[in-house]
């Protein structure tokens, strides 16, 4: 009988929990000294509300849930959505905007939550991507002043610093930069979408590639040499002068952004004095979902290619569900990549209790539950095979020392490492 | 626009996650100590294997999840299988003999696992029961003798009382005892199943409902007469005799089922020795599921109608996924009724950092910082409306305190409690 998990998901094993379980333990633990509270919602939603375009791309990788009570036999000329009713979520975003339509009369404001757990895409199974995998975001809803972000920077980066992932980068940047940017440049807002996609790959192409890019969808070169110059301009720029650098670079770029930007850049500045946070202005930065409004960031770290944290102010996606306009700033921490990138979960005492099959049960269970009196994690094995093998095998499956109860002495306490060799 | 969730689910504000967490850390703290460790299957499993017949009446409630890549126009004369390739799991037990068989190679023997997670059932919607629920599963993988009942019994009332649920009464009996009794009164094979049925109804119906039941089954009164005296005669019995009890009240009842039960007997005697545990023999024990062949236990706690966990032995489960024999017993905690039966988690301080629209945002941010130094959980909230009415609100969000912030006096550091009136 084959017995592996459905294709493209995959069964956790205790020492992956484990890691699991220790960094979702540590980012919960900066998350509620931000105020931070966990939510969760169903793992199935309305299949309506799954597609209705927020979800861009995934909306194509839902997993469809057949209605209940439907015939066996599908009638003539029946489609596919006749038959479905809801979906698995793709991601955390669209379930806590109707979250927040749902219950918004008794939450505060602003809204600090945040939510772990999995989602699901039906995408082409590839090494280390999963069907099921989880998320982890963090937003606040109702702020519409630069504290949101500056927060959520400020509390995802001291997470993933508590989680070992120290040294990161923030590269921050503004989608109405970006749409300013565009505008100054003559670039008409049909075509904008694809000037932002193309300038997206500048990390992986190069500037050579993205000219030959932004040329081939139609922008002459004369355009697209006064954007290379804005955007190296800009690149790197000392970020207390940011401010006036921008107005500068960029004619009709808003007062609001730039002060926000600003605003930004001076909290940063306040945070790294007392933890390291590195962070820069990055006018390259994109990032995918068209529901940003505002500031969007993301975290890098020298260990992952990707990045490991992204999100942004996305001010016009909770007022879909809600009827009227709610500010709202999301950060979403790459859970299962920063799980990639940790060892191994601190471990405490293993005992195992060795016994032979002439021993009493109630001696067995004695020892043990005299171990765990003292908070020692203590499980009743019984002796079989050769000593040293089963010693070995103990030590393998995490066991950190052994004692043993034999019939003729039942009181013998003493503990004996099976790790320091 | 409709913001509910689902039809039959539901959302989790903070307050209810905090319960269910704190919950889920008091479990998880007290079976650690008992060496089990937490693994984790997809939500996901193979429709043919939901199917197998291993989930009684629950997979008539399986919520069916439709392939991928089919056209939209579903051809004529398809049946509804025909479109299905997975499902939403009922249960944890039936993932986790898959996960064995998968995995058994790498595991422990014995294999102490604990599972905590959502499963899903299409059950009609009705006060205090969703579709999705957690299930919170302790079991022992490859333990023959009653080592994994004692233990998995301990443990479970442990991290029961260790929730808040103590006084709690342990019912105890065996699927070969009932066996045993239904063969000396005559049943035959066939028909023991709807006998067990009927007797498992004693505490709703009584003698005269079950009696009425077991005659209308077409049981002559004779053989109910003798079926009533003998559970009559073994109710109540002082658990240090029950073995012999067993032996004489049930010709056929093979030595080691006797054996096993005086053995929890002597060993749950010890447990109650350190902690209070009540346990009792309960010759009417059934257990629905249809998988136990030996112990079998449940949970009963004075706040709770239902009882709060049960489990028992099931020796030949794992084998029809592995293709060999492995002995297995299990206990399960019923989380939602555990976490209804608790009012509240335990929370620690939390300060509203008040701030006017006029003071700098990084005087804002300095001082919620200062606070979570000290390890104090601190989110600033925008100074709105009358005072008292915003102090008024705070409380109910949750909060335990405030210090307010203003541009002419960054400095004071005064924390005043929204609790103590």
Redesign the interface.
Same mark, same amino acid.
């Given at each position: 009988?084959d017995? *592996?998990?459905?294709r493209g998901?995959? @069964?956790?094993?205790?020492a992956t929990?484990?890691v699991r379980?220790h960094v979702l333990a540590t980012i919960t633990a900066v998350y509620?000294?931000? #105020?931070?509270? !966990?939510?969760? /919602?169903?793992? =199935?939603? #309305?299949i309506e509300r799954l597609s209705g375009g927020q979800g861009g791309e995934n909306e194509k990788l839902i997993?469809?849930?057949?209605r !209940?009570g439907? @015939?066996?036999?599908?009638a003539?000329?029946?489609? =596919?959505?006749d =038959?479905?009713d809801?979906g698995?979520r793709y991601d955390l975003t669209v379930p806590l905007t109707?979250?927040y #339509?749902?219950?918004h009369a008794?939450? %505060?404001?602003?809204f !600090? $939550?945040f939510q772990v757990g %999995?989602v699901?895409r039906?995408e082409r199974p590839q090494k280390g991507r999963y !069907?099921?995998f989880h998320q982890c975001d963090i937003d606040m809803i109702g702020e519409e *002043?630069? =504290?949101a972000e500056?927060?959520l920077i400020?509390a995802t980066t001291e997470a993933l610093a508590a989680t070992g992932l120290t040294g990161t980068t923030v590269r921050v940047s503004d989608r109405r930069f970006l749409t300013a940017l565009a505008d100054a440049a003559g670039v008409p807002e049909a075509e904008q979408g694809g000037l932002f996609i193309t300038l997206d790959k500048l990390d992986k192409v190069g500037w050579d590639g993205v000219r030959a890019e932004l040329v081939s969808r139609g922008l002459d070169t004369g355009k697209v040499d006064g954007l290379q110059a804005t955007i190296s301009g800009l690149t790197g720029v000392d970020p207390a002068k940011l401010g006036a650098a921008l107005a500068d670079a960029v004619p009709g770029l808003p007062d609001e952004v730039v002060a926000d930007l600003a605003?930004t850049a @001076?909290?940063l500045a306040?945070?790294s004095a007392?933890r390291p946070v590195s962070w820069e202005f990055d006018p390259t930065l994109v990032r995918g979902m068209g529901y940003y409004t505002g500031q969007i960031f993301e975290v890098t770290h020298p260990a992952s290619s990707g990045s490991v944290a992204g999100g942004g102010r996305y001010d016009r996606l909770v007022g879909? *569900?809600?009827?009227r306009e709610v500010p709202a700033c999301g950060f979403s921490i790459g859970f299962e990549r920063i799980v990639d990138l940790i060892d191994a979960a601190p471990t405490g005492e293993?005992v195992a209790v060795l016994y032979e099959a002439d021993v009493p049960? /109630?001696a067995?269970?004695?020892r +043990?539950?005299a171990l765990?009196?003292e908070?020692? $994690? +203590? *499980?009743?094995?019984r002796r079989?095979g050769k000593f040293g093998a089963q010693l070995g095998?103990l030590k393998e499956? #995490?066991f950190t020392s052994f004692t043993q109860v034999r019939a003729d002495d039942q009181g013998d306490p003493e503990l004996r490492s099976l790790v320091e060799d």
């Open positions: 009988m017995n *592996s998990p459905a998901t995959r @069964d956790l094993l205790p929990v484990a379980d509620h000294r931000y #105020g931070y509270h !966990r939510i969760e /919602t169903p793992a =199935l939603e #309305g997993y469809r849930v057949l !209940r439907l @015939d066996e036999a599908v003539a000329d029946t489609q =596919l959505k =038959l479905v809801l698995l109707r979250f #339509g749902n219950n008794t939450l %505060p404001t602003p !600090r $939550s %999995p699901w039906a !069907r099921q *002043s630069v =504290l500056v927060e400020e605003q @001076d909290a306040a945070v007392t879909r *569900s809600l009827g293993a049960l /109630t067995v269970t004695a +043990a539950r765990r009196a908070g020692v $994690s +203590a *499980s009743p094995v079989r095998r499956w #995490g």
